[in-house]
């Protein structure tokens, strides 16, 4: 089973902040949360990763609770081409090619 | 290439034949991953290699498939006497370094479609 839960669909409206949660309150000291999402009928595209600070990059923001049971991917402004599965995943850095990845979250920006 | 490839895109084949997936690696990434998804499910583990060597192997579901990779490059995903269970997207991804395809240098294909009739 997968090790994290995630809403099965959100809608979020254009050019607003799309905030998606996860939780994974079994998540272990030496497990990183890694976002990656998947737009229709294309391979998974890494979005961002990390340890218990938040992070930030180009594409994303992520902010971990204090406990790190729980997570939220947030898209500052959501275009009609962040319409994906979004996918949120506990692993260790290394040795992360096994882990089990569970159905995501279908996200749908509406113009 | 510029990203990793799979061919081909989409497969139909008739129950019990053998099929081949292919994918091509970006280039000088020496760690390949297949995994399967079926239909609005999340990714499935299905093979790791390093190089020319299959660490773990543990993901494949059955001892109809296997796969192999030469010249640390391309890599071959074989299904032997196909069932319907097996159609799926079967993805491939490749990184410059072991331990898994979850870091920033990993970049999946698109997959390969198959479909079992």
């Known amino acids: 089973d997968a090790k994290t839960t995630q809403p099965t669909s959100m809608d979020c409206a254009e050019g607003r902040a799309a905030n998606l949660p996860c939780n994974h309150s079994t998540i272990s000291g030496n497990e990183y949360v890694y976002w990656y999402r998947q737009i229709h009928s294309q391979g998974p595209q890494y979005i961002i990763h990390g340890l218990k600070n938040n992070e930030t990059n180009e594409m994303a923001s992520l902010i971990i609770t204090e406990d790190r049971k729980s997570s939220t991917l947030i898209l500052p402004h959501a275009t009609l081409r962040d319409t994906a599965v979004y996918y949120c995943?506990?692993?260790?850095?290394?040795?992360?090619?096994?882990?089990?990845w569970g159905a995501g979250t279908k996200l749908i920006i509406k113009p | 290439g510029a990203g990793v490839s799979q061919s081909p895109s989409n497969k139909v084949t008739e129950k019990g034949k053998d099929v081949e997936l292919r994918c091509d690696p970006i280039s000088g990434h020496t760690a390949l991953y297949w995994y399967r998804q079926s239909l609005g499910q999340g990714l499935e583990f299905l093979i790791y290699?390093?190089?020319?060597?299959?660490?773990?192997k543990s993901g494949l579901p059955s001892d109809r498939f296997s796969a192999e990779r030469t010249g640390g490059s391309v890599s071959t995903l074989t299904i032997q006497r196909t069932q319907q269970e097996d159609s799926a997207v079967y993805l491939c991804a490749s990184s410059l370094r072991t331990g898994g395809p979850l870091n920033t240098e990993a970049f999946f294909g698109q997959g390969t479609r198959l479909t079992v009739v």
């Open positions: 290699f390093q190089g020319n060597s299959a660490p773990d």
């Open positions: 995943i506990v692993s260790p850095r290394d040795s992360n090619y096994q882990l089990i």
